[in-house]
């Protein structure tokens, strides 16, 4: 059963960074691609980032490029999203997904192409 944990969440000021990890278990880490999306209450969750399984190939939503990194350690089965330039906007409680098949091509921002979830971990911008 795969499992997905995620950590460095919290209340930071506007321009301000965070640096989030999810820890997989259950699952060959290095064989399936990883994403992170995010979600306001009351809204639908979005895509933020994704990762290729080999971490050669990287996509990001447009509201996050050149301020967001993904990236991840095989050797550690961690994923990791570095925040930088943080907006109020940016508001909200970020997940980390699993690709649903091994050796799935490139990236995807599709969250139907994800089949396992992390429980959340919240990221509050003020202004």
């Known amino acids: 059963q795969v499992q997905l944990v995620e950590s460095g969440g919290g209340l930071v000021q506007a321009g301000g960074s965070l640096r989030l990890s999810c820890a997989a278990s259950?699952?060959?880490?290095?064989?399936?691609?990883m994403g992170w999306f995010r979600q306001v209450p009351g809204k639908e969750r979005d895509f933020v980032a994704a990762?290729?399984?080999?971490?050669?190939?990287?996509r990001y939503a447009d509201s996050v490029r050149g301020r967001f990194t993904i990236s991840r350690d095989n050797a550690k089965n961690t994923l990791y999203l570095e925040m930088n330039s943080l907006k109020p906007e940016d508001t909200a409680v970020y997940y980390c997904?699993?690709?649903?098949?091994?050796?799935?091509?490139?990236?995807?921002?599709?969250?139907?192409?994800?089949?396992?979830w992390g429980q959340g971990t919240h990221v509050t911008v003020s202004p």
């Open positions: 997904a699993m690709g649903a098949y091994a050796y799935g091509f490139g990236t995807s921002y599709r969250a139907s192409d994800y089949d396992s």
């Open positions: 990762i290729s399984w080999s971490g050669s190939s990287t």
């Open positions: 259950g699952r060959t880490f290095d064989q399936f691609r």
